[in-house]
């Protein structure tokens, strides 16, 4: 797999419930807006290139979630364009960073930071996105918050669809 990390949901939005406004974007305020992953270095790992997007889509009842008064499906589906499940026409977004991150065997690289998605003002079918982060680097026996070898400088990458 390509993935250094594990995947994180950066929205969700339940399609019985949201409004329009929930799908205007994505902002720092709002709940899984930041992002904290851990990439261990291992044989044949990294560098760090970028960032990867995709969507999952639940159809499944409602009574899945506790609701009585909501129809059954008899058959719930899954729709993933996530790079687990081979090629799709939705495909996934990559979000490349202008300099890859190395990482060095038997040290942990965590990148912290947050994402920013918006409506583009030409389409509004399509999203820019801003993502901001800082990269550390520990050993890898190190804890989470451990002592730190490496603190990059803060970067902040905006990527607008032409």
């Known amino acids: 797999s390509s993935l250094l990390a594990e995947p994180a949901m950066v929205k969700e939005l339940d399609m019985m419930t949201c409004v329009l406004n929930d799908s205007k974007g994505l902002f720092k305020a709002d709940a899984n807006s930041s992002f904290d992953f851990d990439v261990v270095s291992g044989n044949g790992s990294g560098p760090i290139s970028g960032f990867a997007g995709w969507f999952t889509a639940d159809f499944k009842s409602r009574t899945d979630s506790g609701s009585e008064l909501s129809p059954q499906v008899s058959n719930p589906a899954l729709l993933s364009t996530g790079p687990e499940n081979g090629y799709t026409h939705w495909g996934q977004q990559v979000f490349h960073l202008l300099s890859s991150i190395p990482l060095i065997h038997g040290e942990t690289t965590r990148i912290e930071g947050n ?7 030409d389409n509004a079918r399509l999203y820019n996105c801003a993502i901001q ?11 989470k918050d451990g002592k730190v070898l490496m ?3 803060p970067v902040k990458h905006l990527y607008q669809i032409p």
Request: zero cysteines; charged letters at 40%; glycine letters at 4%.
């Open 133 to 143: 982060y800082t990269s550390t680097r520990r050993k890898s026996e190190e804890p």
């Open 151 to 153: 603190q990059g400088q």
């Open 115 to 121: 994402l920013e998605m918006f409506r583009s003002k």
